[in-house]
């Protein structure tokens, strides 16, 4: 577990690093590469719309399954966003591309998504896909109760945080700017049960590792998979 886990999920975000590895990346990238861009506006709600500018890969886009068949294995075999999303449903992610000049202004992401098979967005995850060093500008700006959080990873990394939080896309000034976005329905609707359980979860897999005899790691096992059941609902 990285040193600046509980810091970082107090102020409502999580920080995922190396969540696809370079081989996987690369494969992303020059997939992207051949694929056809839209602009974003076409998938944005009517709010969204006016602040909304970047493009996006085209739905039916042929290498549209291949690129989720890699973004989303990584996503979830992945411990962390197990255990901090605790997620019951799962959107397929949107690929974008901001260039020069692009942007996405204030916003909040639609409470409720998917057009057959609906889904309430509680976790909006962006993924990384540029290098920091690719582009200037661009960064993610998240509002939280400890002000506003400037977010901008290396090709890889990825962010998730509450979908209820108001948030923009910076202008890119130069460069490329590439992201994968999904959102997640959690089991545990409350950002705030879900932080308690992330972090209790990561003292409990401490203790089973260090100390499995132990009657306190038995006791903080049990506690957690039955606040685990008290406020799930699927
Ligand atoms: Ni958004």
């Known amino acids: 577990m990285h040193c600046c886990d509980y810091r970082l999920i107090i102020t409502m975000l999580l920080k995922i690093l190396s969540l696809l590895p370079p081989e996987r990346l690369q494969t992303v990238i020059s997939i992207l590469k051949e694929a056809p861009f839209v602009n974003g506006t076409l998938s944005a709600g009517n709010a969204a719309k006016r602040v909304k500018n970047n493009e996006e890969v085209a739905m039916n886009a042929a290498q549209m399954s291949q690129l989720n068949n890699i973004v989303m294995a990584s996503l979830v075999a992945n411990p ?58 661009g960064e993610l700006v998240i509002k939280t109760s400890f002000g506003e959080q400037l977010v901008k990873l290396n090709a890889g990394d990825a962010v998730l945080y509450p979908s209820s939080s108001l948030h923009h896309v910076n202008p890119v000034t130069r460069g490329e700017r590439l ?56």
């Not at 909040?108 to 060093?133: K, N, Q």
């Not at 329905?185 to 100390?211: D, G, W």
């Open 179 to 234: 992201v994968a976005v999904t959102w997640v329905q959690s089991m545990v609707r409350s950002a705030e049960q879900r932080e308690l359980l992330y972090q209790l979860n990561t003292a409990r897999e401490n203790l089973l590792k260090t100390k499995p005899e132990a009657e306190a790691s038995k006791t903080v096992d049990i506690c957690y998979a039955n606040l685990v059941r008290m406020w799930s609902e699927l």
């Open 80 to 137: 962390q966003y197990k255990s901090a999303a605790l997620p019951h449903r799962i959107a397929a992610p949107f690929y974008a591309r901001y260039t020069e000049g692009m942007e996405y202004g204030d916003h909040v992401d639609d409470p409720v998504m998917g057009a057959a098979d609906r889904y309430r967005s509680d976790i909006s995850i962006t993924i990384f896909l540029s290098g920091s060093e690719d582009y200037d500008g």
